[in-house]
T-cell receptor, first 114, second 112 residues
Framework: EAQVTQNPRYLITVTGKKLTVTCSQN?????MSWYRQDPGLGLRQIYY???????DKGDVPEGYKVSRKEKRNFPLILESPSPNQTSLYFC?????????????FGDGTRLSIL | SQQGEEDPQALSIQEGENATMNCSYK?????LQWYRQNSGRGLVHLIL?????REKHSGRLRVTLDTSKKSSSLLITASRAADTASYFC????????????FGKGTLLTVNP
């Protein structure tokens, strides 16, 4: 089954404790991206990747890092999480049409930073 | 910056009625997409309409695009309780094949 898998689905942690949210897709998609969703603000893009070893900032990249060492994986790293990063996070992927094609979303990761 | 903006923010209808949601955007686009999100879940792609298309159908969904007014509408006919969800438009604009900008969504509630 074609899917985007995020882990963990839920995480409560404390300020400053490094964490990684993993994202994996099994569709051989080139384009992958991370979004955060906050009430009243909709979805905002954090980072995106056009292909292996190619990443770039989205609209709200501060406080986040990503890497794309393999085509299927695109982890989101919070080196020193802060309470303002409490949010619902989504990973998405798309084929060769990149951002302009249909995006396949994971089920989300709800992060709470205390 | 927000490119697409949905209207209304919330819509409540009875089962069997039609639901219409609108999306306005600011700059020229290559295409416009609509997505559905059930509460707390990931977004699901519904339909994509290109800038040279005016109308597109998929099952009970009908999407129109008016590039002169920079607006799109999503019509769901004969709505069902299972259509209850948030609906988002997203735009990919010319020259940038790398970023997709989402609106804030319309929350549709279909009452049985």
């Amino acid at each position: 089954e074609a899917q985007v898998t995020q882990n963990p689905r839920y995480l409560i942690t404390v300020t400053g404790k490094k964490l990684t949210v993993t994202c994996s897709q099994n569709m051989n998609h080139e384009y992958m991206s991370w979004y955060r969703q906050d009430p009243g603000l909709g979805l905002r893009q954090i980072y995106y990747s056009m292909n292996v070893e190619v990443t770039d900032k989205g609209d709200v990249p501060e406080g986040y890092k990503v890497s794309r060492k393999e085509k299927r994986n695109f982890p989101l790293i919070l080196e020193s999480p802060s309470p303002n990063q409490t949010s619902l996070y989504f990973c998405a992927s798309s084929g060769h049409t990149g951002a302009e094609g249909p995006q396949h979303f994971g089920d989300g990761t709800r992060l709470s930073i205390l | 910056s927000q490119q697409g903006e949905e209207d209304p923010q919330a819509l409540s209808i009875q089962e069997g009625e039609n639901a219409t949601m609108n999306c306005s955007y600011k700059t020229s686009i290559n295409n416009l997409q609509w997505y559905r999100q059930n509460s707390g879940r990931g977004l699901v792609h519904l339909i994509l309409i290109r800038s040279n298309e005016r109308e597109k159908h998929s099952g009970r969904l009908r999407v129109t695009l008016d590039t002169s007014k920079k607006s799109s509408s999503l019509l769901i006919t004969a709505s069902r309780a299972a259509d209850t969800a948030s609906y988002f438009c997203a735009t990919g604009s010319g020259g940038s094949n790398y970023k997709l900008t989402f609106g804030k969504g319309t929350l549709l509630t279909v009452n049985p």
